[in-house]
């Protein structure tokens, strides 16, 4: 099937996915109670509260409570946000981009670094190289995320005081418009060197931390994968007809070894964003990790609802993109089957 | 292509590559440092701009609303309130006798501003004063700002701060403003004239934007500020920062720098931000100090106390079969006063004391600092030996119990009141068992909301009010908020006394009067608690030794940015 086609059958059935996550969110959510707990002090008595139920619906039956929040979703409407004082719609769209670009920043260490050590350690294996990505790779995995966030900013904040917390320098960030939420693009877009700095000094540390489980285990497996193609006749074959080695290991052995790498590409960017809550809290990231660990200790079920909807929304499409990239890299693999 | 020219290629995309990286590695490391907000031209958005350094304080939570009519006492709402608006009288940092702010003259009987019969309470409004949107105060903004607080009447303001006393308000000429109470309250200057819900806000701006509408919150007045305070709100990014700035049109001494608040909730980062400078004001936790102590550059204050005691209530109003399925206690397990004072004899002092790192010290039911306070009042001490007599007294000693208090999870030091308390009963008889169920804030509210609450205890601590009559008519009267929903009338020996007594204190106007009504309703609470009083919280406040002229009244509940300074 054509990856056009393929793509567009998997969207149509989008939305029905995206029903079932719906109300099972919906369902989880009201486990825990109802939401009007966000919307209360310890001091109101019970006709206070009642108002306040009356007030945002929470007195209605589940199913129609349901059915409100349902209807309000398909308009746009996603609800109100305790935790900031504002409709979810309004808020949630510039948390997503300030965590898109960290994503993005990190994911491309991820790709490039992950990618690129992999290929270079599995092409020498056994050498110093291997050794080395070797420990990369154990280090990696195993470091605590939380542990290396705070060495990094006691190293490069507190004692070489050269790295920023937080998103940007309020003055510089307010001197220039913002057309797309993403810094380091609205800075390019208006032509603002100052500003351009400005982000990606405050990009740098967030994306390494958070970048760097991911970077290590990409290196692991492609160098594994990288390892395992040498081992193929085809690259004997190439050898033998006298194709340069570099060649050999860019046109052959590495478009062969990114395969299986690809799909732990889109495990490692879901884990990303598993791993964004805690690297946006501690670098003070206003993005959506940092806006949901509010929501769940304060128990805003509305910002939690909207935001795994909108997750399960860009998980789909990522691993949508993962299986045709699949399909792409190898032709053996027919989409739709 | 041939393979000498793909040669090429490569060797360019790699250098580029290469280039790119470094520039974006080099940007990193030199366009960035910390955002002091100096005079730097750079940091000025490039417009090169010297002023005022920015003073930046770090909350660990935000406000909800910053509409006067709205906030919830204690909350970051507040915070922000008492730096951007003024009442007509303020507690100066010398407190706690009340000073003119808006109004110019402080309402005394002496002064002849306060009538006879103690009802009637004129107020000289200040000329010259303006508004952040630039409209004058006259005597209307004030009535305006009161009626609409009493109007909406929202259940997550304080309005029953205003509607519980206020009678009737007047505008006698543009200049002078009259209240007339329902009965005399010699509370009423420094707890409702200089409370949230009395600040001034502009009537022009609410009326243009809204208006009032009963019940109903007012969006805009929840996220601007149009008051007339020495700081104006410039920029709000939700769960991110505040920005605010000098009032230009500042009527009185103009504050020294504008103020940025960060949102900062990991106790890592707060402690990085303080001491690399990012922070110049944190906000106190008691686990800071130690971690702190040893900065030259930081500033630890811990001289006064809190006007918030942090306690253990009782419930005697627990509903049928309503408790946790391991709670034992009957209904009226608490109504005996013996099992009571039981509970505050076996609890261990000192061991909380610990628990707070020594910020803390033993409380008496009125903190220190307010009205009626005294070293001398009566207050326990653990006394495991009366403590068992008492348990043996009441026969719970051989029967034993199981009970379940409820206490929100992100508060350490209230979590520490039920640990304490399990470790204290469970040692003195191993047929005692405390639950200590940590919730999260809003789980804690919504069953702290529900009547009757569904728990045997919970643990809180107390809201700062400035005078007692609030502190007793809220904990300790038998018809009050607490003692109604918690059955206060099961348990007291002596109900009508403690609250004749509550209530004639509240009434009076003599200080020595007030003073020796306080001391007998508090030997009578003594005897008969409804609470286990822990401990008085140390006020610690944290800062960069920089920051000039720092000066704090527990009487404030927060900081007040505009008598500081910051080179």
Redesign the interface.
Known sequence: MAPVDYALRRLIKLPLLLLAVSLLVFSLSRVGGSPIGIYINHEMTPAEVAEVAERYGLDEPLHRQYLAWLGGVLQGDLGWSGVSVAPVADVLPQKLMASLELSLFAFAIVIVLGVGIGTYAGARQNRLADHISRVISIVGSSLPIFWFAFVLLIVFYLILPIAPIGRSDPDIYNSISHPTGLYTVDALLNLNLLAFRDAISHLLLPAVVLGFEGMATIARVMRSSMVDEFHEDYVDMARAKGVPEAAVVKRHVRRNALVPTVTVIGVAFGLMLQGSVIVELIFQWPGVGRWMADAVLRGDQATMMAFILVAAVIFLLVNLIVDIAYAYLDRRVELGT | MG?AARGTRNHWTWATAVVVGVT??A?????????T?SDDE??????GQSGPSVMVSQWGGE???LDPARA??G?YGDNAIIQVYEFLVDIGPDGPEPVPMLATDVPTQENGLVSEDGLTYTFPIREGVTFHDGTDLTAEDVEFSWDRVIEMDL??GQASTLTDIISDTRVVDDYTFEVTLDRPAGWFLSSVVNSTPAAIVSMDAVEANGGVVP?EPNEFM??NVVGTGPYELV?W?????M?FDLFEDYWGEPASNPV?V?V???T??VL??I??G?FDLIEPQPQYVQRLSDDSEICIDQSDFLLEPLHLAFNLNIPEDRLPDSDTIPADFFFDPRVRQAFNLAFDYDAYFDALGGLAAKATYLPPGLLGWSEDAPKYEQDLAQAEQLFRDTGWWDEGFTLSVLVES?SPTFVAIGLVLKDSLEALNPNFRVNVVQV???????A????PFEYAAWI?NG?PFRDPHFLMSTYFHPDG?WGERLGFRNGYQDSDRIAELIDEAGESTDVEERERLYGEVMELIHEDPMWIWAADERNVQIYRCEIENFVFNPAWTFVRWRFYSKP
């Not at chain 2, 940007?27 to 955002?35: F, I, L, N």
């Not at chain 2, 990014?237 to 920062?241: G, P, S, T, Y």
Request: glycine share 18%; charged share 35%.
């Open positions: 393979s974006l590695v940007s990193a490391c030199t366009g960035g440092g910390r955002d907000g750079e940091t000025q958005g490039g417009q406000p909800e609303t919830e006492a909350n259940p997550e019940g929840d996220t920029s990014d939700r769960n991110e920062q920005e940025r960060e900062a909730t990991e890592g980062t990085l931000g001491r690399s990012e992100g999260s804030e809003t789980q804690f509210d919504r702290h909301g529900t009547t809180k809201d908020e």
